[in-house]
């Protein structure tokens, strides 16, 4: 009898294991097109949520954790502060908080589709088309701003701002922010997509402490440059 309950443990055992196994072969990867999608999403836009649902992630936090390098991470709201106040302008933080939005609105407006476009033993490509904006609408907007402020000085605050006023000056340069943050949030995607050829393989990724299999960019950097290149085309 002893040597019987041996016998069954062992064989229970062995079923379990075997269902262990079977279910971590009947895990399929998400779709090559899907994860470059996502991708794009994350880094472009700094929306985690497509990764997120399609991984299963438990958080926003632990798909950063998964794919943003923590010396990378850019808080959008602290960067534009910094920038504000390395040009010695005075605004609130409800004021930085509504320019932060505005531009944010903007890069939001950005769009892509992603196809599978060839598979071959351990690789995929997939073609990821980039609705993103130009950049020389936008060297056109800073231009356009900067000319409006200049033209609209008077020579007694010119004058001021020589002197160090610094409320004159901070009176102009709060002008010349909005408007180029209005009409940096005016600004539409372009109409024709850049085309972004991205291979990919299977790589391990930790999910909720787990390593999973997914498809992702051979060279990640590559795609990172090639997406900022296509969301701020020339």
Do not use: H
């Amino acid at each position: 009898m002893k040597r019987t309950k041996r016998t069954l443990t062992a064989i229970v055992a062995m079923m379990a294991l075997v269902c262990m196994m079977l279910a971590g072969c009947g895990a399929k990867s998400a779709p090559a097109d899907q994860s470059v999608n996502a991708l794009f999403e994350l880094y472009a836009k700094n929306n985690a949520a497509p990764m997120q649902e399609l991984l299963g992630f438990e958080s926003v936090e632990a798909v950063n954790a998964a794919f943003v390098e923590e010396d990378a991470e850019v808080d959008v709201l602290a960067e534009m502060t910094s920038i504000i106040e390395d040009a010695d302008v005075e605004m609130t933080e409800e004021e930085i908080q509504s320019f932060t939005d505005s531009l944010m609105g903007m890069v939001n407006k950005a769009s892509a589709t992603a196809e599978i476009t060839s598979e071959d033993g351990d690789y995929t490509t997939v073609t990821l088309q980039v609705y993103g904006f130009s950049s020389e609408e936008m060297m056109t907007i800073i231009t356009d701003c900067a000319t409006a402020m200049t033209e609209s000085i008077t020579e007694e605050d010119a004058i001021a701002i020589g002197e160090g006023d610094m409320e004159v000056y901070n009176k102009y340069m709060k002008q010349y922010i909005t408007d180029f943050v209005n009409g940096m949030a005016a600004m539409d995607p372009v109409a024709e997509p850049v085309e972004v050829v991205v291979e990919c393989e299977k790589q391990l990724v930790e999910v909720n402490g787990k390593e999973q299999a997914e498809w992702m960019p051979v060279d990640m950097d590559g795609f990172c440059a090639d997406v900022d290149a296509a969301m701020f085309q020339e």
